[in-house]
């Protein structure tokens, strides 16, 4: 059982230059998110998903899209990358079957750079 | 969600209770209080949650006041692999609407030394 899985692990990009970030999971989870982690800052959400075909944003959405065709997959893509979208980014996933329980399974992260 | 405050940093003994404080006054009845640590460079970790009562599981306690306006998690035998940021977050169940999200603040950096 590998929870959730993220690649890849380290990125460079340049300016401009677009890319996406795979996200996925093997727990049938309904609820996945992206999240990103600045020095000094909390995670901040950027978009979700309650389901496959249901995406929406969170609080920092610009510069990215998702979409979610299959339960176990929730990419993230950067159109054109920019230097503020340098950042470490967390997938995270969960089961709504449980009342009560926001118990979030994190991925390891993805570390972007971009020049 | 209700808005939560816990100190920058704290040190803890290794050996010794880590109790780890949250204050989260503006609480209303339905939110839970969670805690999740992340450890460096890692992604972040479901610790325990609770509403009401005092939680416990394998890896901590949750100590809630009768109030629920502040909260404790303590490490009962702090080691230094749990040296982390600690997360208190303060969150109605999904099943009431206001989407699905967790609002992670700055936390608590928990320095376990020898």
């Known amino acids: 059982n590998a929870g959730v899985t993220q690649t890849p692990k380290f990125q460079v990009l340049k300016t401009g230059q677009s890319m996406t970030l795979q996200c996925a999971q093997d727990?049938?989870?309904?609820?996945m998110s992206w999240y990103r982690q600045d020095p000094g800052m909390g995670l901040r959400l950027i978009h979700y998903s309650v389901g496959a075909g249901i995406t929406d944003q969170g609080e920092v959405p610009n510069g990215y899209n998702v979409s979610r065709s299959t339960t176990e997959d929730f990419p993230l893509r950067l159109l054109s990358a920019a230097p503020s979208q340098t950042s470490v980014y967390f997938c995270?996933?969960?089961?709504?079957?449980?009342?009560?329980?926001?118990?979030?399974?994190f991925g390891a992260g993805s570390r972007l750079t971009v020049l | 969600d209700a808005k939560t405050t816990q100190p920058t940093s704290m040190d803890c003994a290794e050996g010794r209770a880590a109790n780890l404080p949250c204050n989260h006054s503006t609480i209303s009845g339905n939110e839970y209080v969670y805690w999740y640590r992340q450890i460096h460079s890692q992604g972040p970790q479901y610790i325990i949650h609770?509403?009401?009562n005092n939680e416990t599981n394998e890896m901590a306690s949750l100590i809630i006041t009768e109030d629920r306006k502040s909260s404790t998690l303590i490490l009962p035998h702090a080691t230094l692999r749990d040296t982390a940021v600690y997360y208190c977050i303060v969150r109605s169940s999904p099943f009431t609407g206001g989407g699905n999200k967790l609002t992670f603040g700055t936390g608590t950096q928990l320095k376990v030394e020898l």
């Open positions: 609770g509403l009401k």
């Open positions: 727990m049938n989870h309904e609820y």
């Open positions: 995270a996933s969960r089961s709504s079957g449980t009342s009560g329980a926001n118990v979030l399974t």
